[in-house]
C-alpha cells in the first residue's frame, strides 16, 4: 500500500517528462520578441540550444527558415529526444518493486545516518552533550 501511493507521488512529479505535455507546454510558450536594448534570445532558442548542444547564434542560423509553429515543434522533438532515456528509466523502475524498494532502503540508510551524525552535532553544539 504505501508503495502504491509512493509511485503515485512519484508518477505526479516525474509526469513533467511525459512527451505529450511537453509537446503542449512548448506550444504555449511566449516571448518578447523585442527589446529596445537590443536582440535578446527568447526563451525558446535559448533552450533549443541548451538541449541541442549549440549557441543561440547557431540556432538562429540553423532555424531562420522556420515559422514560429514549425520552430516550437521542432524543439518539443529535441526536448523529448533529450528527456526519452529518462523516461525509459523511470518507466522501468515502474516496473520493478524489487529495485524500488532496494532505492528506498539505501536511500533511507543514508539519511538516517546523516541525521544521526547532524543530530549529534546539534546536541553538542546545544549543550546536551559533552
Avoid at 511537453?22 to 520578441?33: A, E, F, G, T, W
Avoid at 526563451?43 to 541548451?50: N, P, Q, R, S, V
Avoid at 514549425?70 to 516496473?95: D, M, V, W
Avoid at 524500488?100 to 549529534?120: F, M, P, S, Y
Amino acid at each position: 500500500m504505501f508503495l502504491l501511493g509512493l509511485i503515485k507521488t512519484v508518477a505526479m512529479h516525474i509526469g513533467n517528462y511525459l512527451s505529450e505535455d511537453y509537446n503542449r507546454r512548448i506550444l504555449k510558450i511566449v516571448d518578447l520578441h523585442s527589446i529596445s536594448t537590443g536582440f535578446v534570445p527568447s526563451k525558446k532558442i535559448t533552450l533549443y540550444g541548451e538541449f541541442a548542444g549549440i549557441s543561440t547564434d547557431q540556432v538562429v542560423e540553423d532555424c531562420s527558415g522556420l515559422n514560429t509553429l514549425s520552430f516550437k515543434l521542432r524543439l518539443a522533438s529535441i526536448i523529448n529526444e533529450h528527456l526519452e532515456p529518462i523516461r525509459g528509466t523511470y518507466h522501468q523502475l515502474l516496473c520493478d518493486e524489487s529495485t524500488l524498494w532496494e532505492v528506498l532502503e539505501n536511500g533511507g540508510k543514508r539519511a538516517r545516518q546523516i541525521v544521526t551524525k547532524t543530530l549529534e552535532d546539534v546536541k553538542t553544539i546545544v549543550g546536551f552533550r559533552h
